[in-house]
């Protein structure tokens, strides 16, 4: 899922708490759980590093903007307050594909990094179905609009 994705998911599960740690740990596991919901990047690994890299590059930098975006309305509009507990479980959820990052880039990644890669690749293919890009797109969209009508 997109990091816009993850950041709304955990501050719709950081309204059960009061505590930022919680939230944060609520948001961390929540990653993982909606990163097995089918979501159109399945193929995303199966180009080489390099290619991957790049595209990963683009796809945060259009991304990060999103999540900018909408955060900015949904605070404009009263719809997320955004407390520190909110921030916490919006940081967690999305802090999982960070951990990613010395996956590509490091050359020779340590085995920890391997190991976390692999995982989160079991997480993302857990359902096994494939939607691609175009209705991974659609059902990302449709699922923001949930987790945003949740917040209300």
Do not use: C
Request: net charge neutral.
């Amino acid at each position: 899922m997109f990091l816009t994705v993850h950041a709304v998911a955990g501050e719709v599960l950081a309204q059960s708490t009061t505590s930022p740690l919680i939230a944060f740990a609520i948001g961390f596991i929540s990653h993982f759980f909606v990163d097995a919901l089918p979501h159109g990047d399945e193929t995303l690994g199966e180009r080489t590093r390099e290619e991957t890299t790049r595209l990963i590059i683009r796809i945060v930098v259009i991304d990060l903007s999103l999540l900018m975006l909408v955060q900015a309305v949904l605070i404009y509009t009263g719809i997320l307050s955004m407390t520190f507990v909110a921030f916490a479980g919006a940081f967690g959820a999305m802090l999982p594909d960070a951990l990613q990052l010395p996956f590509y880039i490091f050359k020779d990644p340590p085995p920890i990094v391997l190991w976390y890669k692999r995982a989160h690749v079991r997480f993302h293919n857990f359902l096994g179905i494939r939607l691609g890009l175009k209705w991974g797109l659609v059902f990302q969209t449709i699922t923001v609009l949930l987790l945003i009508a949740a917040l209300r």
